[in-house]
């Protein structure tokens, strides 16, 4: 049976080169960073030369740049950091967020008493920037803005320009959930000043439990773990050094072939869209994610136009692997919280597929999802 993977945005496949990387990580470098022998210092030099390896992606200082489990752990560093140490009373986001950012909001606000107030959304799910603005200027509270410069079910573009002129006009932080955007878009941190961002490494073609946070100097980060004063005291933990490696390799796998790979899939994914509006003109997209001048090149979010409970099981026994949102969401039977936030409820109610590319996926590949999928559903 063929199969094909499409659903990248939850996870993608190890590249080769990541993979021989961390073997020889694992086999010769063992050492344990913080022990002062020969092997330990090894180990050191190897994650302090990725650190600045990263940093010079992002035209930041190696020093900004702090070693995570993902982004997960890395948004809640931030996010709780910024209530508990930096005086921030306020926080400004959308019920569009990854739960790693509206969960640990929500328990702020019940645990510290933070104010949490919501933008608006239009009728695509982008954030509406004049909302933006008239929040900020509610009130003389310290308050941070979250907003994700992509979004992980429909590929919406944060304008993340304007978002930063607005935060610093009204002087509030500005954290960003770019793990769907680092390793696939060029994010110069001092052309766009954001405070804080976040990535995760298995989402370009990285390993898994590894990601960083960028914390801008100047602003003080106290840890979350307790223990030993790894990552300059930020966070405790023995570093995974073989996955930071890895991790450094794929990002610059992925930023060396940025232009030619995002070619290479924006035109896969035009011809998903293409090829849906010509064999049946009653397939919608959510969000942006037909634009291709305002959404992620590699997610497209489809809605049928009929409710199909069993879709995704019946597409994974023939092979192919989609999601319906978020795979964090995994088993649950809620919906897309995402979805249900700007769909009118008669929409939220019918099956939605997403569909996130790779590199790694072929035009034939497409050819196979558009056939099934419209076999299915007639």
């Not at 933070?114 to 982008?126: I, P, R, S, T």
């Not at 490494?201 to 898994?208: E, L, N, R, W």
């Not at 790694?360 to 076999?375: G, M, R």
Request: net charge neutral; with cysteine; proline share 2%.
């Amino acid at each position: 049976m063929e199969s094909v993977y499409l659903d990248n945005a939850a996870t993608t496949p190890m590249l080769p080169e990541v993979i021989e990387v961390m073997q020889q990580a694992m086999l010769q470098n063992f050492g344990n960073p913080s022990s002062t022998h020969q092997f330990g210092r090894k180990a050191k030099a190897a994650v302090e030369t990725a650190r600045k390896n990263i940093a010079k992606h992002f035209n930041v200082a190696a020093r900004e740049i702090v070693f995570t489990a993902g982004g997960t752990e890395a948004d809640n560093l931030i996010l709780q950091n910024a209530v508990v140490n930096l005086g921030v009373t306020r926080i400004i986001t959308s019920k569009i967020e990854h739960h790693a950012v509206l969960r640990t909001v929500a328990y702020l606000q019940k645990q510290y008493g933070v104010k949490v107030d919501f933008v608006e959304l239009d009728e695509n799910g982008a954030v509406v920037l004049d909302s933006l603005e008239k929040l900020l200027k509610q009130g003389d509270e310290k308050t941070l803005v979250s907003l994700m410069y992509i979004n992980n079910e429909i590929g919406n573009i944060l304008p993340i320009d304007e978002v930063v002129a607005l935060c610093k006009t009204y002087q509030a932080y500005f954290h960003s959930d770019t793990v769907q955007a680092i390793g696939h878009y060029q994010i110069d941190l001092q052309k766009i000043p954001i405070d804080f961002i976040v990535a995760s490494a298995h989402k370009f073609h990285g390993p898994k439990g590894v990601g960083f946070v960028y914390i801008k100097k100047g602003i003080a980060v106290q840890p979350m773990l307790y223990g030993g004063e790894q990552e300059k005291g930020v966070r405790s933990s023995t570093e995974n050094v073989h996955a930071i490696l890895g991790m450094e390799k794929a990002l610059e796998v992925a930023y060396t072939n940025l232009e030619q790979d995002k070619e290479y899939i924006l035109n896969l994914k035009k011809y998903l869209i293409a090829e849906l509006i010509n064999k049946n003109t009653n397939i919608s997209f959510n969000g942006l994610s037909a634009d291709v001048n305002n959404s992620s090149y590699l997610i497209t979010s489809l809605r049928l136009p009929i409710r199909k409970n069993m879709l995704l099981f019946d597409l994974d026994l023939k092979g192919i692997a989609v999601s319906s949102g978020s795979a964090c969401q995994s088993g649950s039977n809620k919906g897309s919280h995402v979805l249900q936030s700007f769909l009118n409820d008669e929409d939220a109610e019918k099956t939605s597929l997403r569909v996130s590319l790779s590199k790694l996926n072929t035009k034939k590949e497409i050819d196979f999802l558009v056939n099934i999928l419209l076999k299915t559903i007639n």
